[in-house]
């Protein structure tokens, strides 16, 4: 029996797979916290040192820097001296994707570090472009200063939360800031505090 061009059109289309809209968007581990004493605990550790391809000692510090603690590498996880809330670790770790991993002209992970006459330069494999490493911004207050509700700050605002919110760091705190951008400094009051962790209305 010969089949109708109608007929012989729909088996060739039901052979035929749908094509791929994208290979797999990247994105990094969410950081795992536990608390165990008056320490935190960075479980996956290990496996977001190895989804960012990063040299374990220059991330390493760079957890160290911001927290502003001692800790140690145990195997696959890291032991930090202190307690810290988990939108920390997130926060931190989003802030390192976008200076030290993401290429910022095609927005892929697939990146070096390399040093050009003391220059810290993040290349792109991908797309041949690279940019020198943004140097960190001092915080708008110092490690250790007194931040209590109705205190007045400077907010530099570095990422945003799932929520939508602004997020800015001062020492062990991370700063919530509602319509906000990334790269903006508002000026915002401490609205409530919970453990290191900073509501705030703007000014």
């Known amino acids: 029996m010969v089949k109708s061009y109608e007929a012989l059109l729909d088996t ?6 749908e094509p791929e809209t994208e290979t797999g968007r990247w994105s990094c581990p969410e950081p795992k916290v536990m608390l165990e004493g008056k320490t935190t ?16 000692d ?5 957890l160290l820097s911001e927290l502003g603690t001692a800790g140690k590498i145990d195997g696959t996880r890291v032991i930090f001296n202190g307690k810290f809330e988990s939108s920390l670790f997130e926060s931190f770790v989003n802030s390192y994707v976008q200076d ?17 006459d003391r220059v810290l330069i993040l290349r792109c494999d991908a797309c041949g472009s690279h940019r020198p490493v943004r140097k960190r911004k001092a915080r708008a207050t110092p ?3 007194s931040i209590e509700v109705g205190s007045i700050l400077d907010a530099h605002i570095s990422s945003v939360s799932k ?10 705190y991370i700063i919530y800031v509602a ?7 508002v000026k ?13 209305e703007r000014v």
Do not use: W
């Open 143 to 145: 490690v250790g200063s």
């Open 12 to 17: 060739a289309y039901s052979q035929i797979s």
């Open 163 to 172: 929520r939508g919110d602004g997020v800015a760091k001062s020492g062990k």
């Open 41 to 56: 605990i960075l479980e996956n550790f290990a496996d977001i040192l190895s989804s960012i391809r990063r040299d374990e």
């Open 179 to 185: 319509n906000s951008k990334p790269g903006q400094i």
């Open 188 to 200: 915002v009051k401490v609205s409530r505090i919970s453990g290191s962790i900073i509501f705030t």
């Open 100 to 116: 030290y991993v993401i290429c910022s002209e095609c927005g892929k992970p697939d990146t070096r570090l390399v040093k050009d």
């Open 58 to 62: 220059h991330f390493m510090k760079y």
